[in-house]
């Protein structure tokens, strides 16, 4: 900064060093390195996404039931984009469509508050 200013960098230090004190801050001291910068800046950006692992941590049941509802849709797709030759197709329709609703149970279930006992049976029962 004193370069580019053209004064003596001892100038330049006493005039921070006096904008700090107007300022009540004390010496910043040296600055960070950049692995302590970016230690920190990545923190600020984990920390939403820290709280939805949390969460789906707190009962391991959220993370399946977040889970299954894209998988019944691929299991779906893929089953239509290959045109899979399966016993009765409407019966296969019928299961998956059940199967669906009942994910959508859970799921809504799950993540309304803390789930019994018998919630964590059952979701795999269905499985």
Request: include cysteine; glycine fraction near 6%; charge should be positive.
């Amino acid at each position: 900064m004193a370069k580019e200013l053209y004064l003596a960098p001892s100038t330049v230090k006493t005039h921070v060093q006096r904008l700090y004190e107007k300022l009540g801050v004390g010496d910043p001291g040296p600055p960070p390195s950049p692995r302590r910068c970016a230690a920190r800046c990545w923190s600020s950006v984990t920390r939403p996404f820290q709280r939805v692992v949390d969460y789906l941590a707190a009962e391991p049941i959220r993370v399946s039931a977040t889970l299954r509802l894209p998988l019944i849709g691929l299991i779906a797709v893929l089953v239509w984009i290959w045109e899979v030759d399966h016993w009765l197709p409407g019966l296969y329709a019928v299961i998956l469509g059940v199967y669906a609703a009942a994910a959508v149970f859970v799921l809504l279930a799950v993540l309304r508050g803390p789930v019994p006992r018998w919630g964590d049976l059952a979701s795999t029962a269905v499985d």
